[in-house]
């Protein structure tokens, strides 16, 4: 029987309770930082721990996996595992694809190593790994378990909404005039990961206005297999029960779920941001 080991990064969030400590999954940690002047301790923050604003004390930013730390992960696992499906976040949002990518070609081992771009990241992106477990489990043929990954990655969309505009800007995404205007008008901001990029969609004054576009976003779907629901971190959604209920009426099959924004998106999107992951039944 073939050995087979998954690879993803921390940015990943699993809907399946205690994936994360599964056998055979292996994980790739990005740094998180938060002060630039060294004022604040160098310790892993909790969401909860987040200003509502960035400023020149805290500037969340994200570093990818060194090169040496991909070199040695790779190395190791590629004598070990007979293949190894390496998942991680879109290369749009990191630079952790390319630099995988890059290093791979320069080594070679007696693994069989099998590159995916999830296109996403945060649930999306964990979604599609556990969807990866299941067809290892099924004991599917790599080239079957690859098919069959690319052919869902473009049927799992994230949409996100935030009302910490500071936390856009910081992260590129908006710049200075639009998050200062933003903040004034009290707008959130909704994306659309689509392809892997964040695709500003419209802007919402609300909680409400948000759970009911996404309410009109699952209604374009005819099967979905699973919805799940990103809270913000200083307390749940109270009109998030809209969609929870439309989803039991109308998609019987589908399961869901809800969970807290982690580190990684918070430091994006901001404490305070939330969304929906969709997966398609297909």
Do not use: W
């Amino acid at each position: 029987m073939r050995s087979t080991c998954i690879i993803t990064d921390n940015s990943a969030q699993f809907t399946s309770p205690g994936f994360h400590n599964n056998q055979g999954l292996i994980i790739l940690p990005h740094k998180i930082s938060y002060s630039p002047d060294k004022s604040m301790p160098q310790r892993e923050l909790k969401v909860a721990d987040f200003p509502r604003h960035t400023s020149s004390k805290f500037t969340p930013r994200i570093e990818a996996p060194s090169e040496d730390e991909v070199f040695a992960c790779l190395e190791k696992n590629l004598a070990v595992y007979d293949d190894i499906f390496m998942i991680l976040l879109s290369k749009e949002i990191s630079p952790l694809f390319n630099r995988v990518e890059k290093i791979s070609n320069t080594l070679h081992g007696h693994a069989n190593l099998h590159l995916i771009d999830s296109q996403n990241t945060s649930l999306g992106l964990g979604l599609i790994v556990q969807y990866a477990n299941e067809l290892i489990n099924k004991q599917l043929s790599p080239l079957e378990i690859e098919k069959s990954l690319r052919l869902i990655i473009p049927h799992v969309y994230t949409l996100l909404c935030t009302p910490n505009l500071s936390y856009l800007q910081t992260a590129g995404l908006l710049d200075a005039g639009q998050a200062v205007i933003g903040e004034l008008l009290s707008l959130s901001p909704l994306f659309l990961i689509e392809e892997g990029i964040l695709n500003p969609l419209q802007k919402v004054k609300n909680h409400r206005s948000a759970v009911d576009y996404f309410i009109e976003f699952v209604d374009e779907f005819e099967k979905l297999k699973h919805v799940a629901v990103i809270q913000p971190s200083h307390s749940g959604i109270t009109e998030i029960r809209m969609l929870h209920q439309h989803i039991d009426e109308s998609y019987s099959s589908c399961s869901y779920s809800e969970y807290l924004i982690n580190p990684f998106l918070a430091s994006m999107i901001g404490p305070r941001g939330f969304g929906i992951v969709v997966m398609e039944d297909i």
